[in-house]
């Protein structure tokens, strides 16, 4: 039985010891969490505001929960501890911090994975299964908006959201980002962004798009997979997948036919077997504490995520 702690207990935190409770071959012995306003159990587990009693508990792993702008003093309390560690995303504020955790677990041989959540919806992971499918892929367009949310001051709605589709775009295409030219926003008034468009062109050739804002009153989440044979339309809010497959349409009016693109062909929307991310994502990391087939999102890939995120920040014409 594997022994976790969790740090952090705001709103992701909570949903993280809800999981960790419950899962299999695992038992939560402690939370760690600055707030001395806190009761001394949450759920009927023991709450430390100071980390080294928390560490103190003979714990394997933890999940960092905590700030962004905390994630580097953290993690290197962890390392130094000897404690595999499941971080929330982003890896850390910027990429030097981030890369500096990366070699702080790999010199001490430690576990490190990042809380890219969207790698295990189910949406998703059918949609990578089957990216053959679409045979050569040609373009990538993401929507991820709605309204914001104060419990985020330290990150704009780059790092904070972004991130997510710059890593999902990696992985399933098996790409990465070549070059990058981003517009960003604030309306909202605060320190950091809280818009952004932005376009990039793969190594493979594909061209990208994300829209990222957190001033839309609706909730969107959608990554649209353009091919040669057809379109994935992803919704990770619903879970749900569905294939366009090009169609043809012959004629014999030659005039139309010089110009005659694809058309619309079959519509599919997979029935998929729908089990909750976060708790897909906690099983893959226990199984990589316990050295077995995992599919974790490793702290390069974190770092990999945030270089990006970092170069549309870098290349940004930011409009008032």
């Known amino acids: 039985m594997l022994r976790a702690g969790l740090i952090g207990l705001g709103m992701m935190g909570k949903n993280h010891a809800r999981i960790l ?8 012995v402690g939370i760690c969490d600055s707030n001395s306003n ?17 560490i103190s508990q003979g714990i394997d792993y933890a999940v960092v929960a905590v700030p962004t702008t905390l994630h580097f003093q953290i993690s290197k309390i962890l390392s130094d501890s000897g404690i595999h560690a499941l971080i929330e995303k982003p890896l850390s504020y910027d990429l030097e911090s981030s890369e ?9 041989s430690l576990i490190g994975a990042v809380g890219h959540i969207e790698r295990f919806n189910p949406a ?16 990538v367009s ?9 419990r985020i001051s330290d990150v704009g709605v780059v790092k904070d959201l972004a991130t997510h589709d710059i890593d999902l775009v990696t992985w399933m295409t098996g790409s990465n980002y070549l070059k990058v030219f981003a517009h960003t926003s604030n309306k909202l008034g605060r320190k950091h962004e809280d818009m952004i468009v932005a376009i990039a062109r793969l190594n493979n050739g594909a061209i990208v798009n ?111």
């Open 38 to 54: 806190l009761e001394s159990f949450y759920r009927n587990v023991k709450v430390f505001v100071d980390l080294k009693d928390l």
């Open 142 to 150: 993401t929507i991820r908006q709605g309204p914001f949310s104060n």
């Open 124 to 139: 998703v992971i059918e949609a990578k299964k089957r990216m053959s499918q679409l045979g050569r892929i040609l373009q």
């Open 210 to 320: 994300h829209v990222v804002n957190w001033v839309s009153p609706t909730k969107e989440r959608s990554i649209s997979i353009v091919g040669e044979n057809g379109m994935f339309k992803i919704d990770t809010l619903l879970g749900d997948l569905t294939f366009y497959e090009n169609g043809e349409t012959r004629t014999n009016w030659s005039e139309v036919a010089t110009f005659r693109g694809v058309s619309e062909g079959n519509l599919l929307r997979y029935a998929l077997h729908k089990v909750e991310p976060l708790l897909v994502e906690h099983q893959n990391f226990r199984d990589a504490v316990l050295g077995r087939k995992h599919n974790s999102v490793s702290l390069q890939e974190g770092c990999n995520a945030l270089r990006v995120a970092d170069e549309m920040l870098r290349d940004d014409y930011q409009m008032g």
């Open 100 to 108: 500096a955790i990366c070699k702080l677990f790999t010199e001490n």
């Open 21 to 28: 409770e419950n899962l299999e071959g695992v038992e939560l």
